[in-house]
């Protein structure tokens, strides 16, 4: 596989596009977010997964700037978002819709990915009368009998390791789950974005405390058929976040009838970095169909 470290032109075109960086006070913690676009297009905002951050997606951003009044955000406790004393599943969705609110997103189309899958499905099923559509993309919904609740067995947080110099740190950077990536240029980019320098060191931006009061909740195959707006689910065709075929199967089941599905040929879950042009052109397509 060949590894590509050269930022291709696309990719800094895109990072120079004109955009708005800024922070909402959301139940007294500042919530970062990025925003593009006229905010008369249609409104989309897109939500990263496992202590991932807004820089993630900021090339999506910059490439439907034109199309789009877009927007991406950082969860609190992770990314460049101010860390809170505890969190559970309401604390995201709040963090979603308070920045809905400061940038004005006009019935919204809500993307994402992986945990912000799970956290824009429980956003759909409080202020779905509110958005246009919802996309999840690689985070599959299961029966109670197949679900899993990730949170409930993990070890109790420690405090954030400290490294003597950023150098070493980025260089640890790696993909929750791991996978290997040939564009290099992304990892770097959301690897030098990823880091936070302390009193002591160099650590990453995420607080390891993040998922200690964490519930999933069993209950998604209901609130999936029970939304006020449609779903669109797409998925790496060679991704490992699922056990088995069936999972996919099973999310179609599941899926409310009409409900779009792509799968990203040569994809895995970080679909959006194996294939970024491809997944945007995608994602562009399943929004369009919501207006």
């Known amino acids: 596989m060949e590894v590509i470290k050269e930022q291709p ?18 139940a007294g913690a500042k919530i970062h977010f990025m925003e593009w676009g006229d905010p008369n297009n249609p409104s989309v905002i897109m939500l990263h997964g496992n202590h991932a951050h807004a820089h993630w997606f900021q090339f999506i951003g910059g490439l439907l700037a034109e199309k789009y009044h877009f927007v991406v955000m950082s969860f609190s406790g992770m990314g460049d978002s101010e860390w809170r004393s505890r969190y559970d599943k309401d604390t995201f969705v709040e963090d979603v819709w308070g920045v809905v609110k400061e940038t004005n997103l006009i019935k919204p189309v809500v993307v994402g990915h992986s945990f912000g899958g799970m956290v824009s499905l429980a956003t759909a099923d409080k202020y779905g009368e509110q958005m246009s559509g919802l996309i999840l993309v690689d985070f599959v919904v299961r029966r109670p009998e197949n679900h899993i609740e990730w949170y409930k067995n993990m070890p109790p947080s420690k405090p954030p390791k400290i490294r003597p110099s950023k150098e070493e740190l980025v260089q640890r950077f790696r993909l929750m789950p791991p996978q290997d990536c040939q564009n290099q240029y992304l990892l770097d980019f959301i690897a030098e974005k990823s880091v936070r320098e302390t009193d002591g060191g160099w650590s990453w931006t995420f607080d390891p405390s993040t998922y200690d009061h964490l519930e999933v909740g069993s209950d998604q195959h209901e609130i999936i058929n029970q939304l006020n707006c449609p779903v669109s689910f797409i998925y790496g065709e060679n991704t490992m976040e699922f056990d088995t075929g069936d999972s996919i199967k099973e999310m179609k089941e599941l899926l409310p009838e009409g409900s779009s599905v792509v799968a990203l040929e040569d994809a895995q879950h970080h679909l959006m970095l194996d294939k970024p042009l491809e997944f945007v052109d995608e994602l562009d397509k399943l929004i369009k169909d919501f207006f």
């Open 9 to 26: 032109q696309w990719f800094k075109d895109a990072l120079a596009v004109d955009h708005r960086s800024d922070f909402a006070d959301i």
